[in-house]
């Protein structure tokens, strides 16, 4: 397990559950503290490292790994929206069902709006998949080649839809990723007082930075934003390499139930929206730092038991049905990805 990415997942899912509180830092400043740009850096990364590992059935493990919550919670968001009031939530159109669970592109937010991520992450494992096949040793660069080929297309022709859906900036953060997974293997290992100290500081400074205006409001300075997710995804990795790595439980369980604390977050909130509508109470977090907080803990306790008592058992059953030629090094044919929970 590579402890530092499973504790920067916890942190990544917990910003984009700050962001969907509607909560504002001074300046009326929204964020996500680089969550979805952080977890595409990483899949890039992992992509690799896991490719490398053992690329058999690497497409087969990534659908098991995704594709059982994904559509249990969909299912679950159906379910609940025919309770809450339709003023809150509008039905969804049955052809926008099948676009969501089969992660298409489409003009509209999925069903379970949180799956837009997916609809790209999907995208990337289809092309690692087909060029593996390849080459397992070129995968990376071919994948890599081929978004900057679209995003190329893209600038050339902007009335495409798809080449524009599959352009999108945070796209862009896997082909960062992939890049990262190269420094992480070649740079040579620091002395771990250097690689703790930098790192730490280079994680500390990008994150602090969201609660200093100035960084929003300069425009030549807040396009170093978008580097940020990456020097926060690389400096992890480098303080890994040279032991400098966090490996608190209850870090470490973050960045397990990140996943599901991604999916649910947003049903949750819309239960507790309007439950507090009902009770004439205070439904949005958008200036209340005491309902931010209500909001943030009752996410992550909810994922959490969602991870222990209902992804963990399902996962099971599912890798028992279709099970994985892929092998661990004890032999007991646990797919390649556990090794860093991807």
């Known amino acids: 397990m590579i402890y530092n990415l499973q504790v920067l997942r916890g942190i990544a899912a917990i910003g984009v559950v700050f962001y969907h509180t509607d909560y504002r830092l001074a300046g009326d400043y929204h964020t996500d503290f680089f969550g979805v740009s952080t977890f595409f850096v990483i899949s890039g990364f992992i992509m690799c490292f896991i490719s490398r590992a053992d690329a058999r059935d690497f497409l087969r493990n990534r659908l098991t790994r995704i594709v059982p919550m994904y559509w249990l919670c969909t299912a679950a968001y159906l379910l609940l929206t025919c309770k809450i009031p339709i003023e809150i939530i509008t039905a969804p159109m049955p052809l926008n069902i099948l676009w969501s669970v089969l992660f298409l592109p489409s003009g509209d937010h999925p069903v379970l709006g949180v799956g837009w991520t997916l609809n790209f992450e999907m995208f990337f494992y289809v092309l690692f998949a087909l060029s593996l096949m390849i080459s397992v040793r070129f995968a990376p660069f071919i994948v890599a080649a081929i978004l900057v080929m679209i995003f190329t297309l893209a600038d050339q022709f902007p009335d495409v839809f798809l080449l524009q859906y599959y352009a999108q900036t945070y796209v862009r953060f896997f082909v960062v990723g ?8 070649y740079v040579p290992q620091l002395p771990r007082p250097l690689a703790a100290g930098a790192g730490f500081g280079v994680i500390a400074f990008c994150y602090g930075s969201q609660f200093v205006e100035p960084w929003w409001t300069n425009a030549p300075i807040s396009s170093l934003l978008y580097a940020m997710p990456c020097a926060i995804v690389i400096s992890a990795l480098l303080m890994e390499k040279a032991g400098a790595f966090a490996q608190s439980r209850v870090l470490v369980l973050l960045g397990d139930a990140s996943y599901t604390i991604y999916l649910t977050h947003t049903i949750l909130f819309k239960i507790l929206q309007s439950q507090a509508r009902h009770q004439g109470g205070v439904s949005s977090a958008h200036d209340s730092l005491t309902m931010m ?3 943030v803990i009752a996410a992550i306790v909810v994922g959490v038991a969602v991870h222990i008592w209902i992804e963990k058992p ?4 599912v890798r028992r049905r279709f099970p994985s030629r892929s092998k661990d090094p004890a032999g007991r ?7 860093v929970h991807a």
């Open 178 to 185: 992939i890049a990262a997974y190269y420094i992480y293997a």
């Open 293 to 295: 907080t209500v909001y």
């Open 314 to 317: 399902v996962l099971r059953y």
């Open 333 to 339: 044919g646990r797919p390649a990805a556990d090794a």
